[in-house]
């Protein structure tokens, strides 16, 4: 399904606050209709019955006018361009009427029906038509008025046609620029709740998968211990769920001594040595610091277990306080003692799947850094790896 264009889209029905709005900010631009009624009071060719009709005609415009910019579509059953169309032809039909009464000066009303173009329809129409009915103006001075006098003439209506249109412009701009923004927006959270999905489910598929595993080849050598596994695995589906529902529900993610335990568990369960920390032995971490170890652990015991081919895998987590340039803050380490970096080069996490690229903008979002290096980098042929998440 394409995509709609940015910019604004003029309502067809205003409510009645935007009617209010509409009709203290355009009529003050009534005070321009200042000259041709003065036109029509100064000329020496009009009486008494010409002026009055003169400044009925301008007042019965005025009211026009109002009427259309706050009702853009009265008439339902034809589309807004039409109304449109209708009432430009109702003011043009009353500026012709006042003509003869103040002459040239009707010029300055011609871009009130510019204005009814520009603000009751979007850009791509609005400008183009409300050009249109500019140059029919200018053309109509040009026929009608003193050559010596047409450059006065004309000036309100450019000068008033590139108020209008800077002005509409600028709408559009703050409205694209707002669109942009909100598009941008909706972009990271749906790219945030990937990642989040990523995490959640991926760690606890990998560990069902493993103990899954476990338990075909336990059936039938040790029947207890392919229950307890069975069990293992309906716990972590259970945990799943809540995840998923937690995800949804966008609660805060999976505590950090939850995963701790989890990681165990997992680590065991694949046949790989822990070593993980206890709770009692975890430094004061701030709360943010604690949700994004969470997750960063998760992914990376994930890894660990379908990746690397590790034998032993151990957790750090410490302060980082007065570490380097007195800085204060935590530090999660990852260590395991299997294949390495394959393919990729210490601190390259782009080049590492799905699961590290979502962690490492994770990472970047709560200002913390995430590097990979190798855990003994004289071996080559099982370098190890380290995920070290600083914040």
């Known amino acids: 399904m394409p995509v709609p264009r940015p910019g604004w889209q003029p309502p067809e029905a205003l409510d009645a606050r935007e009617r209010r709005f509409t009709l203290l900010f355009s009529g003050a631009w009534l005070i321009f209709l200042g000259w041709p009624i003065l036109e029509v009071l100064a000329s020496p060719g009009n009486g008494p019955a010409s002026r009055t009709a003169g400044i009925a ?14 009702w853009p579509r009265p008439l339902k059953s034809i589309p807004l361009v039409a109304n449109t169309v209708v009432q430009t032809t109702i003011l043009a039909a009353l500026i012709a009427a006042a003509a003869p009464f103040a002459g040239p000066t009707v ?4 871009p009130y029906i510019m204005a009814l173009w520009m603000f009751n329809h979007r850009v791509v129409v609005g400008l183009p038509a409300a050009f249109l ?14 050559r010596e006098f047409t450059a006065g003439y004309l000036t309100p209506i450019i000068f008033t046609a590139g108020i209008l249109t800077m002005f509409r412009l600028a709408i559009e701009h703050s409205e694209v620029t707002r669109e942009l923004s909100e598009r941008v927006a909706l972009a990271e959270q749906r790219e945030e709740l990937a990642r989040t999905v ?13 103990q899954a595993q476990l338990a075909r080849r336990l059936v039938a050598a040790d029947p ?19 995840d998923v529902r937690s995800t949804v529900e966008f609660l805060d993610a999976p505590g950090l001594d939850e995963q701790l335990d989890h990681a165990r568990t997992t680590l065991t369960a694949a046949g790989i040595e822990p070593g993980i920390p206890h709770t009692a032995d975890l430094p004061d971490l701030d709360p943010a610091d604690r949700r994004l170890f969470s997750w960063c652990l998760r992914e990376a015991i994930t890894n660990v277990v379908r990746h690397s ?12 306080t007065g570490e380097g340039e007195n800085r204060s803050g935590a530090v999660l380490r990852v260590i395991d003692d299997g294949a390495g970096i394959v393919g990729g080069k210490g601190g390259d996490v782009v080049a590492h799947g799905t699961g590290l690229r979502g962690l490492s903008r994770r990472a970047e979002r709560a200002n913390a850094t995430l590097e990979l290096s190798d855990a003994t980098p004289g071996d080559t042929d099982r370098p190890g790896t380290i995920l070290e998440v600083r914040t």
């Open 57 to 70: 005609l301008i007042a019965v415009f005025a009211v026009a006018y109002l009427v259309s910019i706050t």
């Open 107 to 110: 010029a300055g009303m011609a």
């Open 133 to 146: 009915v500019g140059a029919i103006a200018a053309l109509a001075v040009a026929v009608i008025a003193d």
């Open 198 to 210: 990523h995490d959640a489910l991926g760690h606890s598929l990998t560990s069902i998968t493993v």
């Open 224 to 242: 207890d211990a392919a229950e307890r596994q069975l069990d293992g695995i309906l716990a972590t589906a259970r945990d799943s769920l809540r």
């Open 309 to 320: 081919g590790a034998t032993r895998c151990s957790v750090e987590i410490i302060s980082a």
